[in-house]
């Protein structure tokens, strides 16, 4: 059974920083993860993914220069780390995995950027 766990979440204002983090008991095994969020009212949207290699990244085009995701296997963990945040990226931000062609989420995570 593959468990994500999201930390980081909070307030922040506009312009502001934060480090979203992905815990698991074993990410080097996992095809690709990633980073969605889903807004009151619409769709969830892929923010950032990359490989399991972490040699290939992918980034939404409203993030691009702002977000920077990571994973260190030796920690379990991937992050995304997100600068000069704007209201607009208030979202709940939900870990994701691919691990034997099965996706996997984690519980989400509450950002909120005020202006």
């Given at each position: 059974?593959?468990q994500l ?6 307030v922040?204002q506009?312009?502001?920083s ?7 008991a074993?990410?080097?095994s ?10 009151p ?5 892929l ?7 972490g040699?290939?990244t ?11 995701i ?5 920690k ?8 000069s ?5 208030t ?6 995995a691919?691990?034997l ?6 519980k ?8």
């Open positions: 059974q593959v766990v999201e930390s980081g979440g909070g922040v506009a312009g502001g934060l480090r979203l983090s992905c815990t698991s074993s990410i080097f996992f095809n690709s993860m990633g980073w969605y969020r889903q807004a009212g619409k769709q969830r949207e923010v950032a993914a990359l490989t399991s290699g040699s290939s992918n980034y939404a085009d409203s993030v691009k220069g702002r977000f920077t990571s994973r260190n296997n030796a379990n963990t991937m992050y995304l780390q997100m600068n945040l704007k209201p607009e990226d979202a709940v931000y939900y870990c994701n691919v691990f062609g099965v996706d996997y989420w984690g989400g995570t509450l950002v909120t950027v005020s202006s």
